[in-house]
């Protein structure tokens, strides 16, 4: 039946209640006292990988067909078992992380508008009744995470959401049930500060929120980086071919990173790639972040590439876009942002105080950014 799980598995959930109801939902996490699971039965194993997942919620996007509707779905109930489990002091790391990223390729699915299974009801049902039994529980975050996907666009509502969904997932919640809320969550935060560039590093510093009105005017506006412009560029996000050929070239550099050829087709990509980010409109940033693009420009950032020097026209774009940012109160700062980021090698790059102008969901990725997977 499902690619996901190897195998069919032809008992429902309803079926293996009997089974299960040492480990129910109620003795999860709240009485650690009492062992969840019976240590003398042989252990289930059931293989999953983060990559697999997000394929799935691909594919489903782009073709809801029955087949691939009953894949999601198992999908779903996999990532939903997973937050319930997951560590509580690691869930905003886990957020950051491929896993996050799987999940939140689901949520922009449709099929959380889809009917629910008896099973799935019944499952959302006990969900439901632990989470707002006690927003105070420890077990919150899980609780969201794991309930969050069942639900229908702006069908769910958790009182002072503020206090009770974490900051790291405040706005995907917004966006999913109190979009009305996101103006106000994507103000200027003061609390936050983080830096990208390890101690001891000499740094670039992009990011100075103090530049005053005479830096402001004297410097120049946003250079243009490729030929595709406008929307133009921004249909390449969805350009398969385009994003398959940027994928190989990475491939193809890791192999042999002396190729004159792939080093200059590279260029032209991240100079593309970043002309897609200046054309982004604001709204947009955080879906193209999170959609296959995304995963693309990510991995152009992990590969050895960025740390090849640059040629004198891209220290040039380099200078223009991070002067323009020094100033992080203009417009399209953040677009700025990502668009300078595959042009500094890592451990180059810091930022120095502007952060509190940029949305949590950046900010908890950026540590990760230069990371290989």
């Not at 990559?51 to 999601?72: G, N, V």
């Not at 939140?104 to 439901?128: F, H, N, P, V, Y």
């Not at 990510?298 to 026209?313: E, F, I, N």
């Amino acid at each position: 039946m499902s690619r996901l799980f190897g195998r069919r598995d032809t008992v429902s959930w309803s079926e293996r209640k009997g089974e299960n109801d040492g480990i129910g939902l109620e003795t999860l996490v709240s009485d650690p006292g009492q062992p969840t699971i019976d240590l003398s039965h042989r252990p289930r194993i059931t293989p999953w990988s983060a990559a697999r997942l997000s394929t799935i919620f691909r594919d489903y996007a782009a073709d809801p067909s029955a087949a691939r509707l009953a894949e999601a779905r198992l999908a779903r109930q996999c990532l939903s078992q997973f937050w319930l489990n997951a560590p509580i002091d690691s869930l905003e790391f886990l957020y950051a992380s491929e896993i996050g990223q799987c999940y939140r390729t689901l949520i922009t699915t449709d099929l959380s508008a889809q009917s629910l299974l008896r099973d799935e009801e019944t499952w959302k049902d006990l969900l439901c009744q632990r989470l707002f039994s006690g927003l105070e529980r420890p077990e919150t975050a899980n609780l969201l995470l794991a309930v969050m996907p069942y639900f229908r666009r702006g069908k769910m509502k958790v009182r002072h959401c503020d206090k009770n969904v974490p900051s790291w997932l405040l706005e995907d919640y917004a966006s999913l049930f109190e979009p009305e809320l996101l103006p106000r969550l994507r103000q200027p935060s003061i609390t936050v500060r983080k830096a990208l560039a390890p101690v001891g590093h000499r740094a670039e510093r992009i990011v100075d929120p103090a530049a005053g009105p005479a830096l402001e005017a004297a410097l120049p506006g946003l250079p243009r980086l490729a030929s595709h412009t406008g929307e133009q560029a921004l249909q390449l996000t969805a350009s398969e071919e385009f994003l398959t050929r940027l994928s190989g070239l990475v491939n193809l550099f890791e192999i042999d990173p002396t190729d004159a050829d792939i080093l200059q087709e590279l260029a032209s990509f991240r100079r593309q790639i970043g002309q897609i980010w200046l054309d982004t409109p604001d709204e947009q940033v955080k879906v193209l972040f999170d959609a296959p693009f995304g995963e693309a420009y990510r991995k152009l950032l992990r590969s050895g590439y960025v740390a090849v020097p640059l040629a004198d026209q891209d220290r040039q774009l380099r200078l223009d876009l991070a002067r323009y940012v020094r100033n992080m109160t203009r417009p399209k700062a953040l677009q700025v942002v990502l668009a300078v980021l595959p042009f500094f090698p890592p451990g180059k790059i810091e930022f120095a105080g502007g952060e509190q102008f940029m949305p949590q969901w950046l900010l908890g990725t950026l540590p990760t950014l230069y990371v290989k997977a």
